[in-house]
């Protein structure tokens, strides 16, 4: 409660703005910049990031804030206290740091117990001369890059805070262990103006002593207060310039362990000679993206041809030319895909206009965007940019409309008011664009708009669009440049809710109506601006989707409707608003049925003279598929089905309408796991919080069977036989097993880790096709890898990283393919590691092991590089015994030839010697997610926290190392693998947008 001015309590809500979570661990300090704008952060795994606080849209070039001014500095890890770290000390012994409210000074305080007392900035350039007085001794080590300092005792063990008052007078510690509050007294002698002075100095004394002012460490002619830095500043604890970014800052403890071999490969920092393409998009966006519901964003083009958002792409799914037999009803292969590139975030909506022609896609708002989404308009049968509407509305653009002469697009923003927008064609063929009109809307984000049909006879004169959402519904009439809403009007009879999509209909009176679809699974009719009747209990859920459908200019196309509900059903009404027929899809959906969009394709609106049409759907699911329902043309529908328009005859009848589904994709959450088949360079797999495991064929561009796994799952390896996979789940227990996390009792699952005996011979949805092993690994921790390997004793391993910073091992029975395995072996071969490898500071996210079975490499979150023996797990401590393991020249030579095992078997390690040219300047640690060797050990792909999928020689060692940059994914990219040798394709998993890319490696 908030006291007023009157003395009365007042509430306050607090409403989440904002989630940033891109850190790989505890958060520990942040700072706001004194504009307001950005937000820089360090985290536990020595992290520091930045982001826009509009958006909470991570920052990944640190390079654009360098010349930004912080309100405060307090993260430990940053550009300007690169010095307070002295030789031999990692992320966590310095607690806290403090700049002073004055600009010109630093306190930190440590695991010592020690306060101490830098000059601002501390970049370790400063010359170490230095005084010294009772209470304060000048700390330095020769050699060393850490800045001069006044250091004080007094704490007797870890000081875990300082910060300085208002007016810079005193320093405040505080003593973790010794529970003690400390009041230092700050003084400064000499006339200190905060200009560039050789005669101030600065010390501190316990508050109630009285010591003299001591000089500050630090040569008095020399030093300075000014934020610029002499040359060779910008350089980093490791010797190492920054490269642009204040994350260079952080630890960087993989270096020791960076060990060349002795007889290296040929390196070259040139692009390689080889180029990707992309051949398929195994995604479709669906649910909800960025606070967006999505809705009504798969629709027909011209051709018939369906076009929907995918990550970062719009895709026109070009259907074959020749219609498909009885033998083979829908033949996936024969499709193909074009895609609409131009957008740099999720595509959030679609939006195509009457004639088919143009479509309209809105984005979220890019880092590039500076918190502002943009709409682009496209030549829908070409792909082909015709304009590109930048910057347009903050926050996203969540809705578009075309009006139904197809010379207007409205638009709706994200921001706090969800602004409406109209654009007007200037140009012809949308080719130049201007905005006509825009006005505010309300603070409750709307659902849907829809355009009113203009034979409506309200549209000249009483409103022209609406939009509705949770609040209601708004009639919206275009003023000049700005409009104008009035709210819809519910009456007595009918319950006022929220209202989720809308459609035009002209009734058998010849009048026109407006239909909306109900939250409560009701069809509102809005005469003017009120309800009049109502289709209760249309859907068993929510009306998520409508769509208008009918032939003949008099009608506007709209004698009929089809919706999509909740309850997974299609439904047909008449214009009577009465039902005619229903589909359910159920059969065809994986996870969630819901049926979010619907399409009717234009060969239904028009049919041929004195003949039937039959109706062909578009329809798109919450959970990620897209299904063509076609009907038959068959006189024979039921009672009612048939519609005539003039001498076109519609059967509107689904009852024999078939459902091939056009594309599978995996919903909710996040997707991580991802494997290659080791014998079939054809198949691969997949594993997501959606909780499906997952196998598609490349050539055949489709799922080929799917099974619930029980739990999120984030890493999948593939047994070498083929035949089996290994499952590992995403936090079994809620936060990790973390003491403090607050977690219900889990479930039973098993183990964290399972394996599936997978057919991909039988027929999908056979129980055949998925039979579980056995389960196990008492982890409770997210699972982030998975490796099956053969010792070089004939042992077979599973290696299990995990996120509770060990390395489980466990001892696999021999398995050469055939039946599905079985017996006491198989059901406890999980039960027991073989060993823990337990040497890693944070969650294990990578391993590879030696191609003779002797060592494995492994990384982690904290950014370690750490080898063991893979018999035993006992660490090998000495990088440069198994520095000769890096060199993939080894891996060339005859199997028979004693160093041909000399050499990773795999690299997928981001970490190490092979990959250390993969970095661009600024990035730390975890702005790379994963990284794959190609077969032939000639180029390396990598999946970073942009977006983008990037191509390098291997190995890769130079700094200025080239690569290809791919984009198309709209968030991290979590996970790339090639397919199995000879590979010619690679496939990438998007995090947040959870496609899967197949892309095509080419000769340049």
Not at 367 to 385: E, M, N, P, V
């Amino acid at each position: 409660a908030i006291s007023s001015k009157e003395g009365v309590a007042e509430k306050c809500e607090l409403k989440l703005r904002g989630t940033f979570s891109k850190h790989n661990s505890v958060i520990s300090h942040l700072d706001i910049s004194s504009d307001g704008r950005f937000l820089q952060s360090n985290c536990a795994a020595y992290e520091l990031l930045f982001c826009e606080l509009a958006s909470c849209k991570q920052i990944t070039s640190a390079t654009e804030l360098r010349d930004v001014k912080w309100l405060s500095w307090t993260c430990s890890l940053g550009w300007p206290v690169q010095g307070i770290w002295a030789p031999g000390m990692d992320g966590s012994d310095i607690n806290s740091v403090a700049r002073s409210h004055s600009g010109h000074l630093l306190a930190t305080s440590d695991d010592l117990g020690k306060v101490n007392l830098y000059r601002y900035p501390c970049t370790g350039v400063e010359p170490a001369k230095s005084t010294s007085k009772k209470g304060a001794s000048s700390a330095t080590s020769p050699g060393s890059k850490n800045a001069a300092c006044n250091a004080y005792k007094g704490h007797s063990s870890h000081v875990m805070n300082v910060r300085w008052t208002a007016l810079d007078e005193c320093l405040i510690s505080c003593g973790g262990n010794d529970k003690c509050i400390m009041q230092w007294r700050h003084s400064m002698a000499g006339d200190f103006d905060g200009s560039d002075t050789a005669t101030s100095s600065s010390s501190m004394t316990s508050a109630g002593d009285k010591h003299k002012s001591v000089k500050f460490a630090g040569d008095p002619e020399t030093a300075s207060t000014d934020t610029d830095v002499e040359e060779g500043a910008g350089e980093d604890l490791f010797g190492e310039s920054p490269g642009g970014g204040d994350e260079s800052g952080a630890v960087k403890p993989w270096l020791g362990a960076i060990k060349a071999p002795s007889n290296p490969p040929p390196i070259s920092p040139q692009p390689p000679a080889a180029l990707l393409s992309l051949q398929w998009v195994h995604g479709y966006t669906s649910g909800s993206v960025g606070n967006i519901k999505i809705s009504n964003n798969a629709v027909y083009n011209a051709s018939g041809n369906p076009c929907y958002s995918a990550a970062a792409l719009a895709v026109q799914l070009v259907l074959p030319e020749t219609p498909t037999t009885s033998a083979d009803p829908f033949n996936l292969s024969r499709l193909k895909q074009s895609y609409f590139e131009g957008h740099s975030d999720d595509v959030v909506c679609v939006a195509i206009d009457r004639s088919r022609r143009f479509l309209a896609t809105g984005q979220l708002a890019s880092t590039a965007s500076k918190g502002k989404g943009s709409i682009i308009l496209w030549d829908a049968a070409t792909c082909r940019l015709l304009s590109r509407l930048e910057g347009c509305h903050q926050r996203a653009v969540a809705l578009l409309a075309f009006s139904w002469q197809g010379d207007l697009l409205l638009s709706v923003g994200q921001d706090d008011q969800h602004t409406h927008n109209i654009w007007s064609d200037a140009g012809g063929g949308w080719s130049r664009v201007s905005l006509l009109a825009s006005q505010k809307g309300d603070k409750a984000a709307p659902f849907f708009v829809r355009w009113v049909n203009p034979s409506n006879a309200l549209y000249a004169g009483e409103y022209q669009l609406l939009s509705g959402g949770p609040a209601g519904v708004n009639f919206w009439k275009i003023e000049g440049s700005a409009l104008s809403k009035k709210p819809g009007r519910f009456g007595r009879q009918h319950k006022q809710q929220p209202l989720l999509c809308a459609a035009n209909l002209l009734g058998v009176d010849k009048k026109w109506r407006m239909v909306l679809g109900t939250s409560g699974g009701d069809l509102y009719v809005f005469e003017e601006r009120e309800v009049v009747t109502a289709a209760e209990r249309a859907h068993s859920g929510a009306v998520l989707s409508l769509a208008e459908g009918g032939g003949g200019e008099e009608s506007g196309g709209c004698v009929f409707l089809v919706s999509g509900g909740k309850d997974r059903c299609v439904k047909v009404w008449n214009q009577s608003l009465q039902p005619v027929s229903l589909f359910d899809v159920t059969a065809c959906s994986c996870v969630d049925g819901s049926v979010a969009s619907v399409d009717i394709r234009p060969a239904a609106s028009t049919a041929s003279v004195g003949k039937s049409s039959s109706l062909t759907l578009l329809v798109g699911t919450y959970g990620g598929e897209l299904i063509q329902i076609r009907g038959t043309a068959s006189s024979a529908g039921a009672k009612g089905s048939e519609l005539t328009a003039g001498s076109h005859v519609i059967n509107l009848d689904l009852s024999d309408a078939t459902a091939e589904v056009l594309l599978h994709s995996h919903f909710g959450g996040e997707l991580w796991g991802l494997a290659m088949h080791p014998i079939d360079r054809d198949l691969f797999a997949s594993a997501g919080d959606d909780s499906t495991l997952r196998v598609w064929s490349i050539p055949k561009n489709c799922q080929l069977g799917w099974v619930n796994v029980g739990h999120a799952a984030r890493a999948l390896a593939w047994h070498p036989s083929g035949s089996i996979i290994a499952v590992g789940l995403f936090e079994t227990v809620k936060g990790g097993g973390k003491k403090d996390a607050k977690a219900p009792k889990p479930k039973d699952l098993g183990g964290a880790v399972h394996l599936y005996f997978v057919s991909v011979n039988v027929p999908p949805g056979s129980e055949d096709q998925f039979v579980r092993i056995c389960g196990g690994c008492a982890s409770v921790a997210w699972i982030a890898e998975l490796k099956f390997h053969k010792l070089a004793k004939g042992d077979s391993v599973l290696a299990v990283g995990s996120h509770d910073k060990k390395l489980y091992v466990y001892t696999i029975p021999s398995y050469d393919g055939g039946a599905a395995p079985s017996g006491e072996e198989w059901t406890n071969c999980l039960k027991k590691p073989r060993y823990v490898f337990d040497k890693h500071s944070s969650a294990v996210l990578h391993v590879d092991f030696s191609r003779d079975g002797l060592f494995f490499q492994t990384n982690c979150q904290a950014s370690e590089l750490l080898f063991a023996n893979a018999e035993t797990g006992k660490q090998e401590t000495s990088a440069s015994k198994l520095a000769d393991y890096n060199n993939s020249c080894l891996g060339e030579r005859e199997e028979d030839d004693e160093e041909a095992g000399k050499v990773w078997d795999t690299q997928t390690c981001k970490l190490g010697w092979p990959v250390q040219g993969i970095w661009p300047p600024g990035s730390d640690s975890s702005d790379i997610n994963a990284v794959d060797r190609h077969p032939n050990m000639k180029l390396l792909a990598t999946a970073d926290d942009s977006g983008k999928v990037k191509l390098f020689r291997f190995p890769c060692i130079s700094k200025d190392s080239k690569g290809h940059v791919y984009e198309g994914h709209s968030s991290h990219v979590t996970n790339v693998r090639w397919s199995t040798s000879p590979s010619r394709h690679l496939v990438s998993a998007g995090g947040n947008d959870k496609c899967l890319f197949v892309w095509n490696l080419s000769e340049k």
